[in-house]
């Protein structure tokens, strides 16, 4: 009997093996992308390293960072980086959820409407930022200016009066057809024998959200605000063209200014320090994000 056991288990243990070594290059490749750079910038960060001054390579243990934390400016930029991620992801949250109730509707047009809505979201970053600045807020040559003179309203410069209002609308403008179409992805899986027995039942519009499209959308919209939440705490392209984090520091935000303090003021040490601060505040979003969605799926099983 124990030799037919050891005939059963001995295929098993092979073929564990074998997905382990198929799995082993994909795991490399994701530790040299991902963790090697960030052990290199770790490094760097321990050191006091200006290109200016070549010389100044050498390690000076936690002084950059606290130079960091002792700068009033590095609080500011930290408040403009949540600022400006959680302005982004409730007003795509509002409108991406409007335009996929709107599209999952059938209409005339309706595979036309579905790729204009997403076109926002195939344009590079830099050139949504140009096509805002120069063709829409302009305050000379712009369609705003145009409307302003419409209504017999003085000429605005609407970027430099409304610097951090500008950028969260150009990055929710790029950004609403991203949630657009996983909340489309979930209303169309929404089975229709649940839509067609809740208005059976009387339920009306609003009913009918709460009730039964909502909690259908939930793991839907985690997910979606997951990748956003990532993805929009690195924005750059877009402060970089339009208003180059001013005024003064009032759309700084954290990966704007690693770029200042590396290329502008070649201090790679800060520029690291930085860094790390930046990795630290996307693992604890995303550790606080995943706590409340395990909290939730507990309660539920409970």
Same mark, same amino acid.
């Given at each position: 009997?124990?030799? *037919? ?17 198929? @799995?082993?290059?994909?795991? /490399?490749?994701?530790?040299?992308? *991902? ?16 290109l200016l001054r070549p010389d100044s390579n050498v390690f000076i243990g936690l002084r950059n960072y606290s130079r960091i934390l002792q700068n009033e400016d590095f609080y500011v ?7 400006? *991620?959680l302005s982004v992801v409730f007003i795509t949250l509002v409108m991406g959820m409007l335009f996929a109730l709107l599209l999952n509707r059938p209409f005339r047009g309706q595979a036309i409407a579905r ?83 809740? @208005? ?11 009730? /039964? ?29 339009? *208003? ?59």
């Amino acid at each position: 009997m124990s030799d *037919t056991n050891m005939q059963s288990d001995s295929p098993v243990k092979p073929k564990s093996e074998r997905r382990r070594w198929l @799995s082993a290059p994909g795991i /490399i490749f994701l530790a040299l992308v *991902t963790q090697v750079p960030f052990v290199v910038t770790i490094y760097f960060s321990f050191r006091g390293w200006n290109l200016l001054r070549p010389d100044s390579n050498v390690f000076i243990g936690l002084r950059n960072y606290s130079r960091i934390l002792q700068n009033e400016d590095f609080y500011v930029i930290l408040w403009n980086t949540v600022v400006l *991620t959680l302005s982004v992801v409730f007003i795509t949250l509002v409108m991406g959820m409007l335009f996929a109730l709107l599209l999952n509707r059938p209409f005339r047009g309706q595979a036309i409407a579905r790729t204009l809505l997403i076109s926002p979201f195939l344009v590079m970053p830099v050139v949504t930022a140009v096509l805002w600045k120069n063709v829409l807020l302009d305050p000379i040559f712009g369609f705003s200016a145009y409307l302003l003179k419409l209504l017999g309203l003085p000429a605005l410069n609407i970027i430099e009066k409304f610097p951090m209002a500008s950028v969260v609308t150009i990055v929710s403008w790029q950004w609403i057809p991203f949630v657009m179409l996983i909340l489309l992805a979930g209303l169309q899986s929404l089975p229709e024998s649940a839509v067609e027995a809740a @208005s059976i039942d009387g339920a009306g519009g609003f009913s009918m959200f709460r009730y /039964i499209i909502f909690p259908h959308l939930r793991s839907f919209i985690e997910i979606a605000l997951l990748l956003e939440v990532i993805f929009v705490l690195n924005v750059f392209g877009v402060i970089f063209v339009t *208003t180059s984090g001013g005024p003064g520091i009032s759309t700084t935000n954290l990966p704007y200014e690693i770029y200042k303090e590396a290329f502008s003021r070649w201090n790679v040490g800060k520029a690291s320090a930085l860094g790390v601060f930046a990795v630290i505040l996307a693992n604890f979003v995303v550790f606080m994000f995943l706590r409340v969605l395990r909290r939730r799926q507990e309660g539920e099983v409970a």
